[in-house]
């Protein structure tokens, strides 16, 4: 009922920046949060951020102060600007979205490597 197309990811250098952006569409009306997770190989997922329908923001520590959250409600767009990457953000990235009906719906992931 909702599809989740991430775009952005790729190779960057220590200290470097990227951009993912996600755009959902189908049912987007009911949409509430959107937010990014990231996976490592073996890992679980972890939230990385957050954002409520109105604005509210949610940051993993970890990436606190170096990434910023945003979205376009207008256009069921959630994006993720990151600065300053290190070695351990090299993740597979992934889109979220929360629906108020049909519950969390995930994007196909984004791969994110910082090298040193």
């Known amino acids: 009922q909702v599809q989740l197309v991430e775009s952005g990811g790729g190779l960057v250098q220590a200290g470097g920046s990227l951009r993912l952006s996600c755009a959902a569409s189908g049912r987007t009306s009911g949409i509430e949060a959107m937010g990014w997770y990231r996976q490592a190989a073996g890992k679980q997922r972890e939230l990385v951020a957050t954002i409520a329908a109105d604005g509210r923001t949610n940051y993993a520590e970890s990436v606190k102060d170096r990434f910023t959250i945003s979205r376009d409600n207008a256009k069921s767009t959630v994006s993720l600007q990151m600065h300053n990457l290190k070695p351990e953000d090299t993740r597979v990235y992934y889109c979220?979205?929360?629906?108020?009906?049909?519950?969390?719906?995930w994007g196909q992931g984004t791969q994110v490597t910082v090298s040193s």
């Open positions: 979220n979205a929360v629906h108020s009906f049909y519950g969390h719906y």
